[in-house]
């Protein structure tokens, strides 16, 4: 998200220069699962990087960090009790109010909500329209699209928690339209001159219309980009591994370790990369449009938790259509959080994307 805790990290970039154990610090401040997927070791030179380029530019070119997702309720209430609008706190002390036996467990009101046992969702309509009534709109300052986020972050949040239970399909849905409203909001800044490099799992970013996500009545961020903006404003690379370690969670929710990622199913794409020889590989779909490569493919999806014991998370995909490029690292490494991992190793045979 783009309020709350995480805009710690876009001030960092924007402020004096520092080092990494200014770095370090701030991550470790971090504390809602799972931060160790982006507050990691290996983030910790690119942070810095960041932090210098922007000590050689002015204010409005300067490099930002921000999120999409919308699990951050609780913390983006709290960031909205600093709005200064009595409209807008009574709004926020009302959704606090309701979800606050939630704000260190949102699954727990997933549950709750599945069985019709709690209901925040007139409380977040409340607070976004108090937001939207009462606040400048996202379009002028940076200040106010912060604002306008987190109260976007306690509306889809609630939506998605609520749903999700019940309806897996529409609940993935708006939370990918939730991370598209997030993109439309930051382009608009800097008078729309930005442009933004989003990290994400394939499976958010890979064009779902190349996948069998629709015949699930799912979509993703990368179809909903190409879709607003045009296929040739939106640059999608996939990523992909054949064997190595990974960090991640046999449950959502619970403690991160290494897994040791197992061979690829024969004849995926995973596979078909790691025999066709050379080892690391870039690809660029323009060049393989015309060959054999242009079909049906199943390709390994490994998300935050990791099945194991099975074998099922493959995606059927138009490779080269699914994303306009493609990097392959034969062999990788898990990510290090700046917590260390536990030592013990956990063979798994398979991931889930969430």
């Known amino acids: 998200m783009i309020g709350a805790k995480p805009i710690r990290v876009n001030q960092f970039l924007k402020g004096y ?65 600093s709005v200064q609008d009595s409209n807008v706190l009574t709004a926020v002390k009302k959704m606090q109010g309701c979800f606050q ?108 219309h190349y996948t069998d996500m629709g015949s699930r009545g799912k979509t993703n961020l990368g179809e909903l980009l190409r879709s607003t903006y045009g296929e040739t404003n939106i640059f999608i690379i996939g990523f992909g591994s054949y064997a190595g370690t990974v960090a991640a969670v046999e449950k959502w929710g619970t403690e991160c370790k290494q897994f040791i990622m197992p061979p690829p199913y024969k004849g995926s794409w995973e596979d078909l990369l790691h025999h066709a020889g050379g080892g690391d590989k870039f690809i660029l779909s323009k060049n393989i449009l015309r060959t054999a490569l242009n079909r049906w493919i199943d390709q390994r999806a490994i998300g935050i938790v990791y099945h194991p014991k099975t074998e099922l998370n493959y995606v059927p995909s138009v490779i080269p259509r699914r994303y306009d490029a493609f990097v392959y690292i034969d062999h990788t490494t898990a990510l290090h959080p700046v917590v260390s991992l536990p030592d013990t190793s956990v063979v798994s045979q398979a991931g889930q994307d969430y």
């Open 101 to 208: 036996p939630y704000n260190t467990d949102a699954y727990l009101y997933s549950s709750v909500a599945s069985k019709h046992q709690v209901d925040c969702s007139k409380e977040a309509s409340n607070l976004w329209l108090a937001i939207n009534k009462n606040t400048i709109s996202a379009n002028s300052t940076k200040d106010n699209i912060v604002i306008v986020q987190n109260a976007r972050v306690a509306l889809n949040g609630e939506k998605y928690l609520r749903i999700v239970t019940n309806d897996r399909a529409s609940g993935w849905n708006t939370r990918e339209q939730h991370m598209l409203e997030t993109v439309k909001d930051l382009l608009r800044l800097n008078n729309g001159k930005s442009k933004i490099i989003i990290w994400a799992h394939n499976t958010h970013i890979g064009d779902a």
């Open 17 to 81: 220069e520092k080092d990494s154990s200014d770095i370090i610090a701030l991550f470790k401040q971090f504390n809602r699962w799972p931060a160790w997927l982006w507050a990691n070791q290996e983030m910790i030179p690119f942070v810095q990087w960041l932090n210098n380029f922007n000590q050689l530019k002015r204010e409005e070119n300067k490099i930002g960090f921000y999120g999409l997702d919308l699990f951050s309720i609780g913390e983006s209430l709290q960031y909205l009790n």
